[in-house]
């Protein structure tokens, strides 16, 4: 009996040491990376994959590679917003910005801000950044919307992405014309458009307003996006907004369409859509800065149809024709948890529990100098403190 606990232990132990110098070195990492990324980077961008999910980690890195894609087309447009072709002229896209009234020259004016024809970098990364101190990123991406078989799942990767279809052989991907019918919610577009189709009785019999921008909620909050920075982001309306900038590749309707339809009489499709996307960000969560692009031109279109390079779009998504892109970049509170989190784990494995591992792994060039790790650690949570949610929220203790 003595024996086989001795052995019992020896095997406890020898599990146990791994697991801990594991955990020490991971959270020292993460902690090290942050505070050297926000100090010495422009802006930083947590991204995660999630190993334990139903699609493959190449399916949720090209997601995030398309996502990324549109998020950084704003200065690397060229500058030329239409396009000609043998009949007219065509709008490529728009840029619309709201409290950046210097930047992108050669746009125009409109009664929401400003339009531009290009960003420079720097003008990008001060619509990202409004002070400098706020470094930390998010990014959203279109998700996918719920069970209608259970409400209360949210489905985010549990689709076939090559048929568009669940176990059940439900569609659950948002398509051009509902995230078109999400994105008016609210705004002045719908008001006009009711206006417009119901005349006199239009404001007697009207519904009763919803709140512009809904759509900018998590799907299992009743929005379109999923995060791919935050495990499980906090509801939006709470938190401040430092900056929002939204990118849409969207197919837009034809001029066949509008006509038929009677929507677009006054502005084009592109110029509606742009206003939607302003007025759902700055209505709703008043972000400090804001950008929004909005750009003619499917990623179908963007790969030629999904010909040569980009054909593994298809084997991975079934990506279609009328298939959007949204991503939705933001400097918000919401990454307060996440960096709240990562200064409370390297707290954890500086303490003296851990102090002999450390010491072990300092010995053999593995880890830092300890005074290295605390300037590292003060400064995370200072960082941390930087995105502290507002009193009131129910977020974070006010009295802490």
């Known amino acids: 009996e003595t024996t086989t606990g001795e052995e019992s232990s020896s095997s406890s132990s020898s599990s146990w040491q791994p697991f801990h110098v594991d955990r020490l070195r991971k959270n020292l990492s993460y902690g090290l990376a942050m505070s050297d990324f926000c100090e010495h980077a422009h802006a930083t961008l947590?991204?995660?994959?999630?190993?334990?999910?139903?699609?493959?980690?190449?399916?949720?890195?090209?997601?995030?590679?398309?996502a990324l894609e549109s998020a950084t087309l704003p200065f690397r447009m060229n500058g030329s917003v239409t396009s000609s072709s043998s009949s007219s002229e065509k709008e490529r896209y728009i840029i619309g910005l709201q409290n950046a009234p210097f930047f992108g020259q050669g746009g125009g004016d409109s009664r929401w801000g400003t339009t531009a024809k290009s960003l420079s970098m720097w003008e990008y990364l001060a619509c990202l950044q409004p002070q400098r101190n706020y470094s930390v990123l998010e990014l959203d991406v279109l998700g996918m919307k719920k069970n209608s078989n259970d409400?209360?799942?949210?489905?985010?990767?549990?689709?076939?992405?090559?048929?568009?279809?669940?176990?059940?052989?439900?569609s659950l991907s948002f398509n051009s014309s509902e995230l078109w019918e999400r994105f008016q919610v609210g705004?002045?577009?719908?008001r006009d458009h009711r206006m417009r189709v119901g005349g006199r009785d239009a404001q007697r019999n009207r519904p009763r307003d919803s709140a512009p921008g809904n759509w900018l909620h998590d799907v299992k909050d009743g929005g379109v996006l999923t995060s791919v920075s935050l495990e499980n982001p906090t509801k939006r309306s709470l938190h401040t907004h430092f900056s929002l900038n939204t990118?849409?590749?969207?197919?837009?309707?034809?001029?066949?369409?509008?006509?038929?339809?009677?929507q677009y009489p006054y502005s084009s499709p592109m110029s509606q859509y742009l206003t939607c996307i302003v007025e759902?960000?700055?209505?709703?969560?008043?972000?400090?800065?804001?950008m929004s692009l909005i750009l003619d031109q499917t990623l179908h279109q963007?790969?030629?149809?999904?010909?040569?390079?980009?054909?593994?779009?298809?084997?991975?998504f079934g990506v279609a024709p009328e298939t959007p892109v949204v991503a939705v970049l933001g400097n918000t509170t919401r990454v307060y948890p996440y960096l709240e989190q990562v200064s409370s784990n390297m707290k954890t494995?500086?303490?003296?529990?851990?102090r002999?591992?450390?010491?072990?792994?300092?010995?053999?060039?593995?880890?830092?100098?300890?005074e290295d790790c605390s300037m590292a650690l003060e400064n995370c949570y200072n960082i941390a403190d930087t995105y502290r949610p507002p009193s009131g929220s129910g977020l974070v203790d006010d009295h802490g």
């Open 349 to 354: 494995v500086m303490g003296h529990r851990y």
């Open 187 to 190: 705004t002045s577009v719908e």
């Open 46 to 66: 947590p991204l995660r994959l999630d190993a334990t999910g139903s699609s493959s980690l190449f399916e949720q890195t090209a997601k995030l590679a398309m």
């Open 247 to 262: 990118l849409v590749r969207p197919i837009l309707p034809t001029s066949s369409d509008a006509s038929s339809n009677h």
């Open 151 to 170: 409400a209360s799942k949210v489905v985010v990767d549990g689709t076939n992405p090559i048929n568009g279809e669940n176990k059940n052989n439900k």
């Open 302 to 316: 963007l790969t030629r149809d999904g010909y040569g390079a980009g054909s593994y779009w298809n084997k991975s």
């Open 356 to 370: 002999g591992l450390y010491n072990r792994d300092l010995m053999n060039g593995v880890l830092p100098e300890l």
């Open 280 to 290: 759902g960000m700055g209505i709703s969560y008043r972000p400090e800065r804001s």
